[in-house]
């Protein structure tokens, strides 16, 4: 979905060009400036949307932009680098938190990733060979994905709180597992919990994917795997997997972006203030900004999370595609 | 391929458990608006002690749902519509042309996808309040600057779809509108478009459930006459008592159309939103 792909529409040429009706690629040369107009209004909208506000949150990350000046940007005074010593001072409160946020983040993309590949991936080689209710299950699957989140999410807050929440009613009234009543919302386990609900949200995203992904590989080779001996495990190793390729090269980026930049989850989790045990990095930007009313730093913690997620995004791209033309 | 026993019953095993988690929310979400005050503040019931409406009418009344409502519509609405709009003469130059640039285009609208909300967040923030103080043009705490900020995430995945959908329409159609006396833009509009309906409906769908679900800018980003269902659904929770039935019901009733929606145009919207990592 991302940049990993060849240009949508990609092959067209070939298809043009073998085409009955020769007189095409003259008009096209005609009427060049076409595309541009066709391309125009998006292009406006993508530079006062995004390009500017872009440049202009690069911008505000060197000025001293404080809850005096944010009326009257022109006013506030330029600081050079200091904002971004400021966030990067690791051993001074705000710079540690920011760490731990970040920290806090990683694990909980790897945690989110892991679970919902592994869920999408089993379930989508279960419902892979058509079966009787295998349409209900599906439809059942997309539920969690085509709720609004912020329904969602504050109907687990209410499963998950101490006192007259499910989850506690099952575990220790119904089950007699745990003796004590839990928090799940504050403290250490709201990490755990939160990472459930994103598991919950996201997982079917990646089944439809795979399904989608799963439905292309020819039955041939399925076939062929069954004549050598391969039993289910082992035609999901050869076949499966290796057909799955590109589409996982593809998920797995787009999983890893949208979990790393979570804030919907947790905002509507928690109501506002995240504890410390789950402070997402776009939380934490969004806290510390909207609290301390300091967009000059809040800017500049913004523009170090779009560096990282650059960074790791080329990273992925170029290793992953080298791995490709290598095999 | 025979399927080996372990299969079917780890089949069997592993997606009912997938439809139980999938599902318990939802069974608690519709339980719960059934549900007297009374039930939600002691001990959690798995079924209703008397099964009632009255959640559904008092929710309107402790906090302004239907202004909410009328909000996230009106926003969501013209949000969804004006980016499929000008998404859709966007994606027909990227899947009809080939043009100096178009590579460009696509890469640019396909990375701000992956930028963080929060970068945006802020500087339109500054920008709106500035605006507004210097000319006079409030877009801060106002529906059009809402609006404008949907945009910035329902624009570029919808030229992404839209550019999906149009590929598939075949050629042959623009040509035989060609041999027809069809300038492109005849083309377009009397052949290409009537045959991606399907998709451009599927697209349109996907950007209001994702503008009605929205909760960064709108937070915000918006004021109390101005405030969208994803935030103000908190409101429940902020009085003395927390009306668990009554954010239950405002949850189904606010979802029941986005997920209908969703399952009905289903296989449109799959095909969309997969047609990258298949392709």
Known sequence: MITANPAPGAGTEARTGSSPVRAVPRRRKKRQWLPYLLLLPVVVAELLIHIVPMLIGVGMS????????????????????????????FDEASGKALLHSFWTTVQFTVIVLALSWALAMAAAVWTQHAFRGRGLVRTIFLIPYALPVFASVITWSFMLQRDNGMVNHVLVDQLGLLDERPFWLIGDHSFWALIVVEVWRLWPFAFLALTAGMSSIPAEQYEAAAIDG?????????????????VNQVLLLVLFLWTFNEF????????????????????????????????????????????????????????????SSDA | MREPAWFVWSRRIGLTLLCLFALLPVWVMVTTSLKPLGDVQGEFRWFPSTVTLDAFVEMWRTIPLGRYFLNSLVVSVIASVASVVLALLAAYAVSRYRFRGRQLFSVTVLSTQMFPGILFLLPLFVIFVNLGQTLGIDLYGSRPGLIITYLTFTLPFSVWMLVGYLDSVPRELDEAAAVDGNGPMGAFFRVVIPAAVPGIVAVLIYAFMTAWGEVLFASVLTDESTRTLAVGLQGYATQNNVYWNQIMAASLTVSAPVVVGFLLLQRYLVAGLTAGSVK
């Open chain 1, 264 to 323: 919907t989850v947790p905002y509507t989790f928690f109501g506002r203030s995240a504890p410390e045990q789950a402070d997402l990095i776009s939380m934490h930007i969004y806290q510390n900004s909207f609290v301390t009313w300091n967009f000059g730093t809040g800017s500049a913690m913004s523009v170090l999370l779009l560096l990282f997620l650059l960074a790791v995004t080329a990273v992925y791209l170029l290793l992953t595609n080298r791995k």
């Open chain 1, 62 to 89: 060197f000025l001293g932009l404080t809850q005096f000046f944010i009326r009257n940007w022109t006013k506030a005074p330029g600081v050079g680098l200091d904002n971004y010593r400021f966030v990067l001072q």
């Open chain 1, 230 to 246: 391969a039993g289910v495990l082992r035609s999901v190793r050869w076949v499966t997997l290796p057909n799955l390729r590109s």
